[in-house]
């Protein structure tokens, strides 16, 4: 299956993340204290069943800043900002811990994990089997998979691991094949990013083409350009099952109310003939 590694602005944040994980592999007594905590990790509700809702799911997302928006809020709390979507009836909150241009961190993951009883996302650019584990250790429920940032053997073998720890995984696409790979792997959560993160550009027409392709058992979600119910109304006709949010509530000077307008919208589903599963 044809791939190339990522350009742009996905492909420098990729490399930065290789880099981390190297510096991580190169300390042996770090890596063995991480592994150390997993039998120890809190027990974490299931992110998929989280999302099987009727009305459209709400994954609330914890957000600083983004190279895409510059910065969002600076001064947000990580826990009480996730207590406030729980609040407002989301299903699920994601927590970026990118640090270098998401102003995130593990600290906001571990805090938010045991702040709230949602199911808790790690939504960061994972290349290596340790994040997952580092996941897994601060009481993640599920991690991201990024298609475009990763080949199909690597993407495979950490979905495989992710399964392993317990973890589920939000498969992020863009075109079909990605689709494919996805749907190849038996991904139970598949989310279709409408900015292409190489570029930072919307492209609007790749959700309205994938989105209905998704079978119905799989959980499809839609993410990026999510603001007020009519976008998530706009969605659930595509067939989206979920949406996951992130500027628009971390900007908000009321996020429990902010979700709560996002929650309230009917989950449509798709049909299971062609191209619709």
Request: glycine share 8%; net charge neutral.
């Amino acid at each position: 299956m044809s791939w190339s590694p990522p350009t742009g602005v996905l492909g420098r944040i990729v490399a930065e993340s290789m880099a981390r994980v190297a510096e991580l592999r190169s300390d042996p007594a770090s890596t063995r204290a991480l592994e150390r905590r997993l039998p120890t990790a809190p027990p974490a509700p299931s992110f998929r069943a989280a999302l099987g809702r009727d009305s459209v799911a709400v994954i609330a997302e914890v957000k600083r800043r983004s190279p895409s928006k510059g910065e969002i809020n600076r001064s947000l709390a990580a826990p009480d900002q996730a207590r406030a979507y729980v609040a407002g009836g989301a299903a699920a909150i994601s927590v970026l811990t990118e640090p270098a241009h998401f102003d995130g961190s593990l600290d906001d993951l571990r805090e938010v994990s045991a702040a709230v009883p949602a199911p808790v996302l790690r939504k960061d650019f994972l290349v290596d089997e340790l994040q997952l584990i580092e996941a897994r250790a601060a009481g993640a429920s599920a991690v991201l998979l990024i298609a475009r940032a990763l080949s199909p053997a690597i993407m495979a073998r950490l979905f495989g691991f992710s399964r392993e720890l317990g973890l589920d995984s939000l498969v992020e696409v863009r075109s079909q094949p990605e689709l494919d790979r996805a749907l190849d792997l038996d991904a139970p959560v598949i989310g279709v990013n409408e900015r292409d993160l190489e570029t930072l550009e919307m492209e609007p027409h790749v959700r309205e083409t994938l989105l209905p392709r998704i079978p119905a058992h799989v959980v499809a979600v839609a993410e990026s350009g999510i603001r007020e119910a009519a976008d998530v109304e706009r969605v659930a006709r595509l067939g989206a099952d979920a949406v996951l949010v992130g500027s628009s509530l971390s900007s908000s000077a009321t996020p429990e109310a902010a979700v709560r307008a996002l929650a309230a919208v009917r989950r449509l589903g798709r049909g299971r003939g062609p191209g619709g599963g």
